[in-house]
């Protein structure tokens, strides 16, 4: 999640990390069968280690960070790797940046309960989704904790964390469980929503997903005693003024939103529809988020005549 994002989910309640165990979807049976055609089984987690202490992200981290990465939006709370690894922090925003940016409906940072001190330094200014100023096949790993449902276009954003890290690199991607955080009053996005932004351009969908933001905001701000309380037609037009204060300034919003089951949806629709090279090497639910790693591979060639 960019730095922007991260000072959003202050406000509308996303906890701080909470490790629990692997809770299995009544879906995700089903669909990890179907993902042992395509590529390695993802493992079925159902304990890791025991006692309350145990850092399950520091745990998949060891188990795959190697090397020279990057990690995108790390924020406030970068991913503890082990020794061996070294990160170069990548975010579109700088801090200086994000203090203009976020005096923003009367509200400043530390009403977000942003402490600027804890904000990692950048290695690298460039858009998440584009990784523009990163060349194909140069990094070991590519850590991305709550970042792909800020990107309007997802399918473009793992595609070029795919294309930037090495053959039999690893992605390290966590996403929001929509049902366990301020999400989990909405729909879940299905594949053809973002087929549609890659293909057309996110401008059809950007209002909508904005007015949908606004109504979590002004609610969860409400909540939280940051806006007066309204009602009725004055509620609406409160939501609607908020949703446009927003999006005017461009603020970094959950665009999208999935369970765990459509999450394996998304990367299986994405990896059979573009010949994706990479195989899933975990999927693990972890309290309110879901911790995917992908492994980067060699292409596989589809000859002319060949069965889809």
Partial sequence: MNIIGRIACKIIG????????????????????????????????????????????????????????????????PLKVPAAAHVSYVDKFTVEEVKKHFDISGLTMKDFGVDENLIVNLDIVDDGETLAKLGDNTQDFVIANH??????????????????????????????????CFDRTRDPTTFEHILRDYEEGPEWSRDLAYREFGRIFVSEGMDKGLFGKTHGSARQEFENQQAKTLQEAGFSIHFHAWTMDTMMEMFLEMKERFNLPFDVKLALQNDYEVIFVFQKNVPTVRRAGSAE
């Avoid at 906890?15 to 629990?20: A, G, V």
């Avoid at 979807?25 to 987690?45: F, H």
């Avoid at 970042?147 to 309007?152: C, I, K, P, Q, Y």
Wanted: charged content about 25%; overall charge positive.
């Fill in 147 to 180: 970042v792909l449902e800020h990107f309007e276009d997802p399918i473009k954003g793992f595609k070029n964390m795919l294309r930037v890290v090495k053959h039999s690199g690893f992605i390290y991607l966590s996403l929001p469980e929509m049902r366990r």
């Fill in 14 to 77: 996303i906890r701080s990390p909470h490790y629990l165990l692997h809770q299995q979807d009544v879906r995700i049976s089903e669909l990890a069968a179907r993902l042992e055609t395509l590529s390695t089984p993802v493992p079925c987690v159902e304990a890791l280690l025991d006692g309350n202490s145990t850092d399950v992200r520091h745990w998949v981290a060891k188990s795959y960070i190697k090397g020279n990465g990057i990690e995108i939006g790390a924020f406030t709370s």
